[in-house]
């Protein structure tokens, strides 16, 4: 157990819907990122976190967006979604910018 | 050109081999890395955790990276079926993101 709880673990939706990923990381951990994995392919960084603040953006798509909070926990919103937003994403967390990151299990998203 | 390049595999070695991971990349401020072993729809999961140049080893796990040629390695030794999963290599510089290769796939044999 790496200590990062992303929920819900798994979610189907409709295209054109908006959903919500949660992440809570570990303790103390300041650092939040979120990646994408579609099927057989590599980690996309989508953006990162950093004590409150946006510190890195990826490929991240307009409709898509992100929050941390001052508890820490950060959320992952999907809006419009499309077939091809089906996907893992996963959730990150470290406990500055140049630590080691430790991963949650993942919230595995279906649009159908 | 990727930031970060890694042999998609699959790799496939009998049960008690040597097996060797690699990664490069071309991003010269690249100072921490890391290496992650992901099973299937599993999140990764972090192995080895190395600043700078330098090797670490950690049981059968050795990690390697030489900054002068931008690159770095995984070893692992004695490999059992268990490992049998795919690695992945991360690395993050004064940006703070971390930048991953696209993993290898690893089957080990009985």
């Known amino acids: 157990d790496s200590g990062v709880t992303q929920t819900p673990k798994h979610l189907i939706t409709a295209t054109g819907q908006r959903v919500t990923l949660r992440c809570s990381p570990r303790s103390g951990d300041l650092s939040v990122y979120w990646y994408q994995q579609s099927l057989d392919q590599g980690l996309q960084f989508l953006i990162q976190y950093y004590n409150g603040e946006e510190r890195a953006k990826g490929n991240i798509l307009e409709r898509f967006s992100a929050q941390q909070f001052p508890d820490l926990h950060s959320e992952l919103n999907l809006s419009s979604l499309e077939l091809g937003d089906s996907a893992l994403y996963f959730c990150a967390s470290s406990r500055g910018g140049y630590s080691e990151a430790f991963f949650g299990q993942g919230t595995r998203l279906t649009v159908v | 050109q990727k930031e970060v390049e890694q042999d998609p595999g699959p790799l496939s070695v009998p049960e008690g081999a040597i097996v060797s991971l690699n990664c490069t990349y071309s991003?010269?401020?690249?100072?921490?890395f890391m290496w992650y072993r992901q099973y299937s729809r599993k999140g990764p999961e972090l192995l080895m955790y190395t600043y700078s140049s330098g090797n670490k080893e950690d049981g059968r796990f050795t990690a390697q990276v030489d900054k002068s040629s931008k690159y770095i390695s995984l070893f692992i030794r004695d490999s059992q079926p268990s490992d049998s999963a795919t690695y992945l290599c991360a690395m993050s510089g004064t940006a703070s993101k971390l930048t991953f290769g696209t993993g290898t796939r690893l089957q080990v044999t009985l």
């Open positions: 991003n010269s401020a690249f100072q921490y």
